[in-house]
């Protein structure tokens, strides 16, 4: 399985920015669809899908309530995925995963966790008012 390393979260205030990246290694990064997830304070049995994009890069999806604000991108020659948060809110306040999943179609997305088999340790983001 590859291995993910996530960094960037933090702590900023309700309207500010963060910047997550997750560092991959150990297989072909570009074999990989990736995705965020985000798991709540008191939602521990829950991750819930933030953003995904496809092995190309050329498709990517979000759930709706970060549409407009959260921008997902990845870099192949680099093997590093990235969040750009703008605009947070304090319901965005989670820890944050990045997850992969191998696949042949180079513009599919996935938006379900069992889909994922590799996962980082999760990087904390706090929101505060």
């Known amino acids: 399985q590859v291995q993910l390393v996530e960094s960037g979260g933090g702590l900023v205030q309700a309207g500010g920015s963060l910047e997550l990246s997750c560092a991959a290694s150990?297989?072909?990064?570009?074999?990989?669809?990736m995705g965020w997830f985000r798991q709540a304070p008191g939602k521990e049995y829950e991750r819930e899908f933030v953003?995904?994009?496809?092995?190309?890069?050329?498709?990517?999806y979000y759930t709706d309530s970060v549409k407009g604000r959260f921008t997902i991108s990845r870099d192949n020659a680099k093997d590093t995925m990235r969040l750009q948060m703008n605009s947070l809110k304090p319901e965005d306040t989670a820890v944050y995963y990045c997850?992969?999943?191998?696949?042949?179609?180079?513009?599919?997305?996935?938006?379900?966790?069992?889909?994922?088999?590799?996962w980082g340790q999760g990087t904390q983001v706090t929101v505060s008012l």
């Open positions: 953003a995904s994009i496809s092995r190309s890069g050329i498709s990517t």
């Open positions: 150990g297989r072909t990064f570009s074999d990989y669809a």
């Open positions: 997850a992969a999943t191998r696949t042949s179609e180079p513009n599919n997305f996935y938006y379900t966790a069992a889909t994922y088999n590799s």
